[in-house]
């Protein structure tokens, strides 16, 4: 399926106007990056990159879409969107890297006419999938190793819902409730029941929580996870291993108090000899949340609404600026708008223990010398329109993992702040 | 194509064990309400009733999605979703209302089964596009009849942008830059250039601002609307009516103090004798900002990223909750989430001035008698399966704007405040 009206339509009369004069077929560069983090973040997690790939072969125009443009592109016009299809090349930080402000996340080089045609979309995908990698990453910083689930489908638009599950399994969540993002992504799925399936078994007699727990055991096992708070927490797990017996995989607690009625449970299924029963908390979790629960006896954290709306920041405010034509820098003057003109490449500096010190932004080909001379962060990803990397979530997941435990201890604070490293830009 | 993945995994695991005891036959009925209006909002926009109607014909499971749950269905699960489709009955609140907190906005009936399958789909509809549109609504009331374009996508998911283009076009925005949402929905597409543009004009000589402009005039006429802040505004405004003529349609400022630019810029267009000439801003555009506007001479306004990520509310925290089993009353007891078990419906007073008193939510068929029966709020939506409506955008655009002038005057301030009437809920 065409994703090719995934656009704005400026770019189609940019394109028309462009085409009358052959300007349209000037060698452009266009860069994608965030002049700045969301309020007070400390460092972004790039996120977007695999999906736009996949998306790269199917942003053509096909009749329908081509009827859809007709009323106000011209014959030319129309003429090249029916044989276009990306044929230039993409650079940029690998799915899963750490970005900071001015990071040239992604470089579009081409005709003007194909690079421009990509703006929205690649901007949607790395705006959306960067905010919510970015607030997950942050997640799993504050869960200190133990488990997050995201569950966050519901509170946010149903094809959003599917990269949000993606996104965070990147940035280390274990599995989603999701299940598109686990048949086209691959992403675990998780979960076992809601408020409603125990209240379905209310009779003349009223609510009859151990019927609802004996029915999903029967079904799904004693592994599964009960959830034992929509009557009385207590009567919950006191009804739950009863049903289940001690070898029940988990409890669920998705209100109140968490982390008293965590320590609660924690003891009431010890005494039970339930003591390999795990203790899964959700309910409006976010990773402040998640940090102040790190004492107590959570195994695993269910993450919903602050996940998917990027816990503050759902957008990451990326840009996608031309910046060079017919190998010029161009740059535009606008009032605190401005940035550097030129296609660029960056690399990362690091002490010998590997904690990040810097952020070196520079013109393409003008790496900077010198006895640490960083890891470069710009790949190719796109040559002559094919993708020449894999789409490979475990890769993006482990550059997640390495990239948190190189962040300076201080970036990884959750408060407000300055990004956890500087970046550098070196003049042409 | 099917839908019926857009959903989380425990909804099919609570289907599996309920089949396995025939409970999932049982009458069951489930509401979609919000418990509250996001942080200090005074009403609600209801959206995406006709995208979940739209959507309830291809909930089905066709061998890729039975294929995708296989591993955890057992055969029994996998035959009931093969035939699977909603047979059920839906009431709710027309598309473009007005809701508020506990207002049923929906109320689905049918088997425990159909019902329960249905919950993640129908939420992340509303809770998406009701954001967007109450958001979208704050805007329209604080650009006080001036024109609104929707030019967000680039900002959110490629998907959800869609659907907040018509959002935004339900609660009284006049167009959006997205195609799709033209195409699919035929919001009227707008826009005509970015800063690329006209920097794609940059010889050896520097930038020629003035060939830019004149090939757009050429490609678009001088009706288009010429970007004018790509260098300097003074110099932009002057090239555009040398390029473009007196009839210029419109300019458009992207930065800066945008309501020191309009002033000027009108100065200098009159000047000019290109009176007719519109003045477009945006850039970071809020609710906010567009009052804050209102006594300068802008014409336009394009707002991005606050409405596709709904003014810092990006979900509408809508709930999915069965509230009737085989026609008994039921509800959860966990701690803060308590909410009132049966079916029921809702009528809107008013005074005879038209302006709203009171929600009031009542058993179905319970509706209060007394001089002021209200208005009927919840209307049939499906019959056994088949939507029963016509999914009319043009209606719930009127209902908005109807909606707008019915709300009491301190109701449609800006700052943080109470709801803009109460909810009374009358017991059974």
């Not at 990698?133 to 997050?148: D, E, G, H, I, P």
Request: net charge negative; charged share 20%.
């Amino acid at each position: 399926m065409t994703v090719a009206l995934l656009t704005d339509k400026y770019e189609l009369t940019m394109l028309s106007a462009a085409l009358r004069d052959g300007t349209a077929q000037r060698q452009a560069t266009f860069e994608l990056f965030a002049r700045r983090l969301p309020d007070g973040r400390r460092f972004g997690i790039v996120a977007g990159t695999g999906r736009l790939l996949e998306a790269l072969p199917h942003f053509r125009f096909d009749d329908t879409a081509l009827a859809a443009v007709a009323d106000f592109c011209d014959a030319a016009t129309l003429d090249f969107l029916r044989d276009f299809s990306f044929r230039g090349d993409i650079d940029g930080y690998a799915e899963g890297d750490l970005y900071f402000p001015h990071s040239p996340v992604l470089t579009v080089r081409g005709t003007f006419a194909e690079c421009v045609l990509l703006e929205t979309l690649a901007l949607s995908i790395f705006n959306h999938d960067s905010a919510i990698a970015s607030a997950a990453a942050r997640m799993v910083s504050a869960a200190a190793k133990r488990t997050l689930i995201e569950m966050g489908s519901r509170r946010t638009h149903e094809q959003a819902a599917v990269a949000a599950a993606r996104a965070a399994y990147i940035a280390g969540f274990t599995g989603t409730s999701n299940l598109e993002a686990s048949r086209r992504f691959g992403v675990p799925a998780l979960g076992t029941s809601a408020h409603a399936f125990t209240m379905l078994y209310t009779g003349a007699d009223g609510p009859d929580e151990p019927a609802a727990f004996r029915a999903q055991v029967a079904a799904l096992g004693v592994g599964t996870t009960l959830l034992v708070d929509t009557y009385d927490v207590t009567t919950g797990i006191a009804n739950a291993v009863a049903a289940a017996g001690t070898e029940l995989g988990a409890v669920r607690i998705d209100s109140g108090d968490l982390g008293v009625l965590a320590r609660q449970a924690r003891r009431q299924l010890d005494d039970l000899g339930a003591t390999g029963t795990r203790i899964v908390v959700s309910g409006d979790l976010d990773e402040y949340a998640i940090a102040a629960l790190r004492a107590e006896p959570v195994d695993i954290y269910g993450v919903g609404t602050s996940l998917v709306t990027g816990s503050g920041a759902p957008t990451a405010n990326m840009v996608y600026k031309l910046v060079e034509v017919d190998g010029r820098p161009v740059r535009k003057r606008s009032s605190q708008k401005e940035s550097q003109g030129g296609a660029k490449q960056a690399v990362r500096l690091s002490k010998p223990t590997g904690t990040i010190t810097e952020e070196v932004v520079f013109p393409v080909g003008q790496r900077p010398a010198g006895p640490d001379a960083g890891r470069l962060l710009t790949i190719p990803l796109v040559r002559e329109g094919r993708a020449v990397v894999d789409v490979d979530l475990a890769s993006a997941r482990a550059l997640v993992a390495t990239g948190l435990t190189s962040i300076p201890w201080e970036g990884l604070k959750l408060s407000h702040g300055e990004p956890a490293i500087p970046t550098r830009t070196v003049a042409p």
